[in-house]
């Protein structure tokens, strides 16, 4: 379950996973790091990639799953956030485009959202609170784009799961959950992140509103019960 950049993965010769590391290196390449026609708005389909690849700041590791129960896949994606948390960011790479790629070949496509989207869901909270974003991928996702309903940007060959530093841009993410008690940590934890350090007041001022409304409907909420 080692860690590679795509300068790595292009020097490996003999290691049995390389064909999975290629195939979303070659995704990665040709779908996130592109724009697309139907994305819903100019630019890449992910604005940090092409960045990420010119500064080998992506790393990408391949997990086998068919021994592993649930609780013991979170706790190596839990793993995954303590090491991306601890490393340190090299001279030639910015923090805002390091990412990890967890790549999961033994997942079926029909099991993808039993394992890859609950352990995603069940982390995100964590995630959130460490300043972190997790995002699921799969060929069978059906999130929405923000700019597009009808485009699907989180489909991958192959399930994995993304982890990478939350920026304030974040916003639409945060404060979607249904569940006001989900929403009020997501926000809290998205204005301690950036505290006195936003660049869009605009932003600033939407995440204060989203969360007192959030408030606001937990305790009426809590009236009616």
Same mark, same amino acid.
């Given at each position: 379950m080692q ?11 003999q290691? $049995? ?14 779908f996130?790091?592109? +724009?697309?026609?139907n ?8 604005p940090f990639?092409p960045? /990420?690849l010119?500064s ?7 997990i ?6 649930? $609780? *013991?896949l979170e706790?190596?994606?839990?793993h995954?956030?303590? @090491?991306?948390?601890e ?12 990412a990890?790629?967890?790549? #999961?070949? =033994? ?6 959202y !039993?394992?890859i =989207?609950?352990?995603? *869901?069940?982390? !995100? &909270?964590?995630f ?5 974003? @997790? ?7 059906? /999130? +929405?784009?923000?700019?597009? &309903? ?8 192959? &399930?994995?799961?993304?982890?990478? #530093?939350?920026?304030? &841009? =974040? ?7 249904? =569940? ?5 940590r ?5 204005? !301690?992140?950036?505290g ?8 600033f ?9 959030a408030k ?10």
């Amino acid at each position: 379950m080692q860690l590679y950049t795509p300068l790595e993965i292009k020097q490996l010769r003999q290691y $049995e996973d390389l064909p999975y590391l290629l195939e979303i290196l070659e995704w990665v390449k040709s779908f996130l790091a592109r +724009p697309h026609p139907n994305l819903g708005r100019p630019g890449v389909v992910c604005p940090f990639v092409p960045h /990420s690849l010119k500064s080998n700041s992506i790393r990408l590791a391949v997990i086998r799953t068919k021994d592993l129960e649930l $609780e *013991q896949l979170e706790e190596v994606v839990k793993h995954y956030r303590d @090491i991306f948390l601890e490393m340190e960011v090299k001279e030639q790479e910015l923090a805002i485009n390091k990412a990890f790629l967890l790549i #999961f070949p =033994d997942v079926y496509i029909e099991d993808a959202y !039993k394992l890859i =989207d609950s352990v995603q *869901q069940k982390l !995100k &909270p964590l995630f959130v609170e460490s300043g972190l974003m @997790i995002g699921e991928f799969h060929k069978r996702n059906e /999130s +929405p784009g923000l700019h597009n &309903p009808n485009f699907r940007p989180l489909r991958s060959p192959i &399930p994995l799961l993304a982890i990478r #530093f939350m920026v304030e &841009p =974040d916003l639409p993410f945060l404060e979607s959950p249904a =569940d006001p008690h989900l929403r009020i940590r997501y926000l809290e934890a998205y204005l !301690k992140c950036f505290g006195n350090k936003f660049t869009d007041e605009t932003k600033f001022k939407k995440a204060h509103q989203a969360l007192a409304l959030a408030k606001e409907e937990l305790k009426d909420k809590n009236l009616v019960y």
